[in-house]
């Protein structure tokens, strides 16, 4: 379909290695924002894209979490000497408009990290 | 500050009898608020969404959200339940940005035939 996509959709790391994780969104969308979401928990902001610009990175739990999206479409997460703590599922959504007024987010599948 | 509460993290119902999904929010603006269901090994599907016009909303599936300020509620109902129907619930409230989504804790509902 065309929907979001993301992959891995499962990724199991050794703690201290490196990840990058995919986000392919919906054609010709603006907007894109990615979200954690812990273990019974609910998604959490991570940070938003205005088509290349990363306008919003507030959520970003430390340093060692960083995202791009070069050509203003497909965007990778990358989370550095990963720890156990930053196991979880990494959800991507995208929307059609840019900031300012709501639009609805369409997400991915997400990608379940776990670091061992 | 804004945030949201769902008050139930376990919901069971039979099938065939309503569906009651709770949830408050606390805000200093009045936010757009939304539902979102989680199949397992899906991605979040919108539900409905309220952005200020109809206090009633209708979703898809045969859902529909009462908006109330004065309790500053935005529950989650459906007439009769259907198997098809278990899955995780989140509320989600708009963050003081505009863009970025503040979720609830989530409800699993759990449906029995």
């Known amino acids: 379909g065309a929907g979001v996509s993301q992959s891995p959709r499962y990724k199991v790391a050794k703690r201290g290695q490196d990840v990058a994780l995919r986000c392919d969104p919906i054609s010709g969308h603006v907007s894109l924002f990615w979200y954690q979401q812990a273990l019974g928990q609910g998604p959490e902001f991570l940070t938003y894209f205005q088509n290349e610009a990363q306008l919003d990175k507030s959520g970003l739990p430390s340093d060692r979490f960083f995202a791009e999206r070069p050509e203003g479409s497909v965007s990778t997460l990358k989370i550095q000497r990963t720890q156990q703590e930053d196991s979880a599922v990494y959800l991507c959504?995208?929307?059609?408009?840019?900031?300012?007024?709501?639009?609805?987010?369409?997400f991915g599948p997400g990608t379940r990290l776990t670091v061992l | 500050a804004q945030s949201v509460t769902q008050l139930d993290s376990h919901v069971s119902v039979s099938e065939g009898t309503p569906v009651l999904l709770r949830c408050n929010y606390s805000s200093s603006y009045s936010p757009s608020l939304f539902w979102y269901v989680q199949h397992p090994n899906k991605g979040l599907q919108l539900l409905l969404k309220?952005?200020?016009?109809?206090?009633l909303v209708k979703g898809i599936n045969g859902f529909e959200a009462e908006f109330k300020k004065s309790e500053t509620s935005f529950h989650l109902t459906k007439p009769s339940a259907h198997m098809s129907d278990a899955a995780e619930y989140f509320c989600v409230a708009t963050s003081n940005s505009g863009y970025a989504l503040n979720f609830g804790k989530g409800t699993s509902l759990l449906v029995t035939p």
């Open positions: 309220y952005t200020s016009a109809a206090t």
């Open positions: 959504a995208s929307s059609l408009s840019a900031s300012g007024s709501y639009n609805e987010q369409f």
